[in-house]
């Protein structure tokens, strides 16, 4: 859904209607599959050539109907659920039916009104009559199946929504769904409850395994009609409007998944401001990205800051192992829970990790796929991270890399930086590796900040780091040294900033000395353009998306000021104030860019890309000097083996 577009409401006396027509479905009804095979079919054993496939005794008591002998196609999900039970329904199994149940309403309600909107209700009475005209008969076959579409859809985001609150951490996997028919929306329900039936049969043993495939049936039905929507003709009366349902709390717009914003709580060890010691400028940034990510409007669905055009929509940290990378994880995690809680907003962590990668094809994508959802939610303040990036995606080209790897990469490329990238503000994905030059070049460059992750630097910082650590355990005296006082995060930063008034990797010092040799100091924007471009010609890969990678730092740091403590702590000064008035509040704060702030971004930029380069060509280096060694002492144990 856009910023800015007025929901209409979906009346909860239309979605009641229908209560009785989704039960029935439940109850029971029979369809014969044309696109899918009976799972419980093709998993029975064989039988033997010659014997008869039929029951021996049929019963005789009048009216005895026994569960061997329902017809092959029928569907009673009711009983299906009903037999997880000991005896009487669990709050899980009646929250599925429930669940299954509102879907189907909501589903046909939403059918309705998009009879109205379309013209297709006009078509029905039409065709009912037998005066439809022949001339519209191919209308009337793409808007019946336009409302099969948006039906089964609906259905599915409907009972998903539902159903999260229910769910834990188990996950099942359904495939794709196959019975998807769009000859016309009864039928097409019908179709999907008789897929979803037999993979209950097959894959729900309890209640919680029965919730998680309905949950994960519901979402690859929701890709499966997404796609079909994308050939589809006259869905735009359902893809131009957004509907909400006060009572769930429900908004559709579109073939979009609707997420409910819910959260588990997080249990990982959160680190304060204090306790990471040295990484100056990661460190601030990190503050102040928490603070930014807080100023998202719910209503408008949009960050001030990302209209500003000073949001660090993804970045990159680096630096080598134990240097405090996942202690600034901890801190920014930490930070976002401590201010969702005060404001009341959902606040949403998840870390992709190597354990993601999947031997299965495609099952790698699917999971990046839904951590980008999970985190892109925009009923949620989001922060996602991906530890150790350079082992979870490879490097295009790379034959070590696994197919899985490949195709988180082409994932993680396609949410950063693609065609349908929408950057709300909500959000913020950090990427972090010990070897970033490892990292595929396109997707690195998809970092929007880059934070040099380089631990304690000082004789102050390693003081401050061996005291903290210790704990208060003992009665060693401090000495002369005031503790902490090298972490003060202004007089700090500001350092770690004006080092970057000349580059710090050789490579590019050279460039940047040739440079001013030749053109003075870099005082105006032509003579900056013309270190960029010698930068280009020193490294193929600085190409235009870097140029805006450091336009954006620069916007950050126009952003240069901190939001305010309290305005945290007491979300009616600014949290909860419309989304206008927060955006002058942020404008009355802002500071102009100045010539400083360009050349140390492009320097801090550029140092990390030579960084990179330097790191790989001299990993390159070092590998084909130890084959080389290797390969003269094969010779000489060779030489003395003939001898």
């Known amino acids: 859904m856009t910023a800015g577009r ?111 909107d379309s013209g297709l209700a006009e078509l029905k009475t039409a065709n009912l009559q037998g005066r439809l005209p022949e001339l519209r008969r191919a209308e009337f076959a793409d808007l019946l199946a336009a409302e099969a579409l948006v039906q089964m859809h609906v259905f599915a985001n409907a009972t998903a929504f539902l159903l999260a609150p229910h769910l834990n951490a188990l996950t099942v996997e359904v495939g794709t769904v196959e019975e998807v028919l769009t000859d016309n929306a009864p039928l097409a329900l019908q179709g999907v409850l008789w897929e979803l039936d037999q993979d209950i049969a097959v894959l729900a043993g309890d209640a919680p395994r029965l919730l998680a495939v309905i949950a994960a049936f519901c979402e690859a039905l929701m890709a499966r009609v997404a796609l079909r929507a994308q050939e589809a003709v006259r869905t735009q009366a359902f893809t131009s409007g957004a509907w909400r349902i006060e009572a769930d709390g429900l908004s559709l717009a579109g073939f979009t998944p609707a997420r409910a914003a819910k959260a588990a709580a997080l249990t990982m060890q959160f680190k304060k401001p204090a306790e990471v010691v040295g990484n100056h400028i990661a460190k601030a940034q990190s503050l102040r990205l928490a603070k930014m990510l807080m100023a998202y409007d719910f209503k408008r669905k949009l960050n001030p800051f990302a209209e500003l055009g000073g949001f660090i929509f993804t970045f990159m940290g680096d630096g080598k192992p134990g240097t405090g990378k996942t202690t600034l994880i901890q801190m920014m995690a930490g930070l976002l829970n401590d201010y969702c809680k005060v404001a009341g907003y959902p606040f949403r962590y998840q870390n992709f990790s190597i354990d993601q990668i999947d031997s299965y094809q495609g099952k790698s994508g699917q999971n990046a796929k ?60 950090g990427m972090f590796s010990n070897y970033p030059e490892n990292v595929d070049d396109a997707l690195r460059q998809r970092a929007g900040a880059r934070f040099l992750v380089d631990g304690p630097q000082s004789r102050e910082d390693y003081v401050d780091i061996l005291a903290l650590l ?86 950050v740091r126009a952003m240069d000021f901190d939001l305010p403590d309290d305005w945290m702590e007491v979300p009616d000064l600014f949290l909860f104030k419309p989304y206008d008035e927060k955006l002058a509040m942020i404008k009355a704060l802002m500071t102009p860019i100045s010539l400083e702030m360009v050349v140390q971004e492009i320097n801090r930029y550029a140092d990390s890309e030579f960084r990179y380069a330097d790191t790989s060509n001299e990993a390159a280096v070092q590998a084909m000097v130890r084959d080389f060694a290797r390969q003269e002492e094969a010779k000489r144990r060779f030489l003395e083996a003939r001898e």
Request: aromatic content about 6%; charged content about 25%.
């Open 470 to 555: 210790l704990g208060k355990n003992h009665a060693i005296p401090l000495g002369d040294h005031a503790l902490f006082a090298a972490q003060e995060i202004k007089r700090a930063v500001a350092a770690s900033y004006e080092g970057h008034a000349k580059p710090q990797e050789e490579g590019l010092l050279r460039v940047w000395d040739q440079l001013r040799r030749d053109l003075g100091p870099l005082d105006t924007l032509a003579k900056l353009g013309a270190y960029l471009k010698a930068i280009q010609q020193a490294d193929q890969r600085f190409t235009g998306r870097a140029i805006k990678n450091i336009t954006d730092a620069v916007k």
């Open 6 to 116: 007025d929901a209409m409401e979906l009346r909860e006396e239309d979605i009641r209607r229908h209560y009785d027509a989704a039960l029935a479905l439940l109850t029971g009804f029979d369809h014969a599959p044309r696109l899918a095979k009976p799972v419980e079919a093709a998993r029975a054993p064989e039988r033997s050539a010659g014997l008869g496939t039929r029951p021996m005794f049929r019963a005789t008591t009048p009216g005895l109907v026994t569960r061997p002998t329902a017809r092959a196609g029928s569907v009673r999900l009711i009983e299906r659920v009903e037999a997880l039970a000991d005896g009487l329904l669990s709050p899980s199994l009646a929250a599925a039916l429930q669940a299954l149940r509102r879907g189907l309403a909501i589903a046909a309600a939403m059918g309705e009104s998009f009879g109205q």
């Open 370 to 429: 839904a951590f980008i959802s999970a985190i892109l939610d925009p009923s949620v303040i989001g922060f996602g991270t991906i530890d150790d990036i350079d082992q979870v995606a490879g490097k295009r080209g790379d034959k070590q890399s696994s197919a899985g790897q490949q195709e988180v990469t082409a994932v993680f490329m396609a949410a950063f930086a693609g065609a349908e990238t929408v950057v709300r503000g909500n959000c913020s994905f």
